[in-house]
């Protein structure tokens, strides 16, 4: 044969000048990604939903663990579920009609209090150290005699001891300013806004017994962020595939182009 031949190579995607959107596994491995995205995102909502209230604090009586006008999140609890330390929410018409009052339980039925002892706060002959009260103010603003908390009722007080209208303004009170633990519907979790987190163990109460532990809130976050993260990340795949498969196309004509 006298002529000179000519060759040319086919494209790597068999000529059709298209490729295939990442694959069968990866467009299944992207839905099931997407789908489970949604059931955590989704079910950390719902849980947050049936576990947590959502409550704006109208006054200073917490400051500065809480102050005026921040947003909480309580978790729904019963009463029976209450320890030392913990801040909730509870409803008495003896102190405030129609409206919550978020105060921190300082004592539960069977407990001694009374203040002060070298400016301390005393629950069962304990001088209770309190580092969430403002710097440089005292446990309380007026000494009071001791209160025997009867059972099944708490005796609370604001962390601005200066202006809070809390159980020691109700000592007069038939109760002597206890509140009972039926009242309480809620525990404060985290201030969410502006965002402080988690409120802090209220280490000062642990020798006198067990304290609560912080709700799921730490555990409902991780599921919405890893959620949000495999919806997104699954819902791209797709297009980066069938981008990245465009560009192998391209590639692939231009080397079939320059072979002769």
């Known amino acids: 044969m006298g ?38 995102f989704l079910g950390g909502f719902g849980w947050a939903a049936l576990s947590y209230r959502p409550y704006t604090v109208p006054t200073s009586s917490m400051t500065p663990t ?11 609890v019963d009463g029976d579920e209450v320890r030392r330390g913990d801040v909730v929410v509870f409803r008495d018409s003896s102190w405030v009609t ?14 001694t209090v009374s203040c ?24 309380e603003n007026q000494d009071f005699a001791t209160v025997t908390v009867p059972k099944g009722r708490l005796f609370l007080l604001g962390d601005e001891r200066q202006g809070s209208l809390d159980s020691t303004a109700h000592l007069t009170d038939a109760a002597k300013g206890t509140v009972a633990r039926t009242a309480v519907i809620a525990r404060v979790d985290a201030v969410v ?4 987190g988690g409120l ?8 006198l017994g067990t304290l609560s532990q912080p709700g ?16 997104l990340g699954g819902g791209a795949y797709g297009p980066i595939a069938k981008r990245a498969g465009r560009s192998r196309a391209r590639a692939a004509r231009a080397e079939a182009a320059g072979v002769r």
């Open 3 to 40: 002529g000179e031949s000519t060759m040319r190579t086919a494209p790597r995607s068999g000529g059709t000048g298209t490729a295939a959107s990442g694959g069968r596994l990866g467009q299944r491995l992207s839905g099931v990604a997407v789908a489970l995205g949604l059931v955590l």
């Open 66 to 76: 809480i102050d005026a006008g921040n947003r909480v999140l309580a978790q729904r």
């Open 98 to 111: 129609g409206s919550d009052v978020v105060k921190r339980v300082v004592a539960v039925g069977g407990d």
């Open 116 to 139: 002060c002892t070298d400016g301390k706060l005393t629950v069962n002959g304990k001088q209770i150290e309190e580092p969430y009260l403002p710097k440089g103010t005292l446990a």
């Open 193 to 196: 806004f502006p965002w402080k």
């Open 200 to 207: 802090k163990r209220p280490t000062g109460f642990e020798a």
């Open 216 to 231: 799921p809130l730490a555990t409902i976050e991780l599921l919405i962020v890893v959620g949000a993260v495999l919806v």
